[in-house]
């Protein structure tokens, strides 16, 4: 059974750091590539990162580019996103997701697996 399990989310002042972390088990996860994604209240859930299976080669949204960085250490399971200078804007629920086949998918129906979310807040 595959499970993904995020963690590190909370409440945060605006131009503030957090780092996301998603421990994954059940599932080879050297040969899954990774994504993190977040929904806004009322809002759809959007692309945030992706990461090859390999590691070192990553795709980024266009309004987290410069400021979060993805991840990944095979040896732990473990995809990170780490956000900086976060904004109001950035507040929603942050999931992880693994694929097999493309490291660079940026829509939610190429990803196999998915974890619960974790709630990252922004205040101004």
């Known amino acids: 059974q595959v499970q993904l399990v995020e963690s590190g989310g909370g409440l945060v002042q605006a131009g503030g750091s957090l780092r996301l972390s998603c421990a994954a088990s059940?599932?080879?996860?050297?040969?899954?590539?990774m994504g993190w994604f977040r929904q806004a209240p009322g809002q759809e859930r959007e692309f945030v990162a992706s990461i090859r299976w390999t590691g070192g080669i990553t795709n980024y949204a266009d309004s987290v580019k410069g400021r979060f960085t993805i991840s990944r250490d095979n040896a732990k399971n473990t995809v990170y996103l780490q956000m900086n200078t976060l904004k109001p804007e950035d507040t929603a629920v942050y999931f992880c997701a693994a694929n097999y086949r493309n490291w660079n998918a940026a829509r939610q129906s190429e990803y196999d697996y998915w974890g619960q979310g974790t709630q990252v807040t922004v205040s101004s």
């Open positions: 059940g599932l080879t996860f050297s040969s899954y590539n």
